[in-house]
């Protein structure tokens, strides 16, 4: 529930909509024009000055400043991914929903570690849980096409490569659940990317550093003496 609570928090004042509202002062009509009064206002009081300083106009400066702060956050709030509990992963593929679809525009810093989750949890061994992240996926990719932006699979291609460059170290660095995580996230962008991902194949660089990667992986079974003697 408190990741839930953040998204939807965040996504009120983040939206995506508001970003491009301009405010629209009505035009004054000669025929509603009152004679100027002598009324003083009278002076704010102490807790009306306390409430003033609190509020912030959310400009674009603002905005740009907010998604890089907000990132620290959000990677920190991914490391769930690895949570035994698929209800601790679902409500984390409903936090990652959120915010792709209400602010993947104003947390643009954000996105590439949101998506991550979500294609990560594509492979997820709870059915639950991976149809709503490949649900999740789609309808970010349909939003992102109507909005005339480059189409996701090029954004996953880069992620993919990125992956791909970093693949070996990342096996050689984590613990057994990120290792997995890392490879469910490997299987989900291969999944998604589908025949594209042809491309890679044919990157020596990036093939051979998936196979050493998947080669440090590997363990071999010594407990059944009968492996030698065959």
């Avoid at 920190?76 to 792709?100: E, I």
């Avoid at 810093?109 to 294609?119: G, S």
């Avoid at 096996?171 to 989900?188: P, V, Y």
Wanted: aromatic share 4%.
């Amino acid at each position: 529930m408190a990741l839930l609570a953040w998204a939807h928090f965040v996504s009120m004042v983040m939206a995506d909509r508001d970003a491009d509202v301009t405010r629209d002062f009505p035009s004054a009509s000669h025929g509603n024009l009152q004679p100027p009064t002598t009324h003083v206002p009278s002076p704010p009081s102490t807790q009306e000055q306390q409430r003033k300083s609190l509020l912030r106009e959310r400009t674009a400066e603002w905005r740009v400043e907010t998604d890089a702060k907000l990132s620290i956050l959000v990677q920190k709030m991914t490391s769930p991914v690895t949570r035994d509990s698929w209800r601790v992963r679902l409500a984390l593929v409903l936090w990652a929903h959120c915010l792709l679809a209400h602010c993947h525009r104003t947390l643009v810093t954000c996105v590439p570690a949101v998506l991550e989750v979500l294609v990560t949890l594509t492979h997820d061994d709870y059915p639950r849980v991976s149809s709503a992240a490949r649900q999740a996926v789609e309808l970010f990719s349909q939003e992102y096409a109507r909005e005339g932006s480059r189409q996701l699979t090029s954004v996953l291609e880069e992620r993919l490569h990125a992956l791909a460059s970093a693949l070996p170290r990342l096996m050689r660095q984590h613990d057994d659940a990120r290792k997995l995580s890392t490879l469910q996230l490997l299987a989900g962008y291969l999944q998604l990317l589908g025949p594209r991902v042809i491309s890679l194949v044919h990157s020596h660089p990036h093939l051979s550093r998936i196979t050493q990667a998947l080669l440090q992986t590997l363990t071999l079974e010594v407990g059944d003496t009968r492996i030698i003697e065959q």
